[in-house]
């Protein structure tokens, strides 16, 4: 046991503020990977295309799943707001959504790539969420 005059520097994942006698976590959308943080200021926000979903992180724990984005700050691989919007997809790992390709629509949801190529007689520009545009 240590005696009562010790000081230990605040952990990786926690910040210390004056007169802390414990550690308090880095709350989820946010991680610490340094030692010595005095503030909840000094946990950063989750890096973008990534999620950090538990308490007390040193690094974010993965990447946003297909189908949707994760901005900086993300706290699930699945955020329910950043569901990839229809006339877009997002892959594995994106930050935001992409247009649907040229020639191709995309008329979902949530959807991870380009759907289906344009219907027989029409032409789809970028971001089209359906297949008989009329422009």
Same mark, same amino acid.
């Given at each position: 046991?240590?005696? +009562?005059?010790?000081?230990?520097?605040?952990? %990786?994942?926690?910040?210390?503020?004056?007169?802390?006698?414990?550690?308090?976590?880095?709350?989820?959308?946010?991680?610490?990977?340094?030692?010595?943080?005095?503030? @909840?200021?000094?946990?950063?926000?989750?890096?973008?295309?990534?999620? !950090?979903?538990?308490?007390?992180?040193?690094?974010? %724990?993965?990447? !946003?799943?297909?189908?949707?984005?994760?901005?900086?700050?993300?706290? *699930? =691989?699945?955020? %329910?707001?950043?569901?990839?919007?229809?006339?877009?997809? !997002?892959? %594995? =790992?994106?930050?935001?959504?992409?247009? !649907?390709?040229?020639?191709?629509?995309?008329?979902?949801?949530?959807?991870?790539?380009?759907?289906?190529?344009?219907? +027989?007689?029409?032409?789809? @520009?970028?971001?089209? +969420?359906?297949?008989?545009? *009329?422009?």
């Amino acid at each position: 046991s240590q005696p +009562a005059d010790v000081t230990v520097e605040c952990p %990786v994942g926690y910040y210390c503020p004056a007169g802390s006698s414990t550690p308090t976590p880095c709350p989820p959308g946010t991680f610490s990977n340094a030692t010595g943080a005095r503030a @909840l200021s000094y946990c950063l926000a989750c890096t973008e295309r990534k999620y !950090c979903n538990q308490y007390a992180l040193s690094a974010p %724990v993965g990447t !946003c799943d297909p189908g949707y984005y994760c901005p900086s700050g993300s706290n *699930t =691989s699945t955020p %329910v707001q950043y569901r990839c919007p229809a006339g877009s997809y !997002c892959p %594995v =790992s994106s930050n935001a959504p992409t247009s !649907c390709d040229p020639g191709w629509f995309c008329p979902y949801e949530g959807l991870s790539s380009s759907f289906q190529p344009c219907y +027989a007689g029409y032409y789809c @520009l970028g971001g089209s +969420a359906v297949g008989d545009p *009329t422009y």
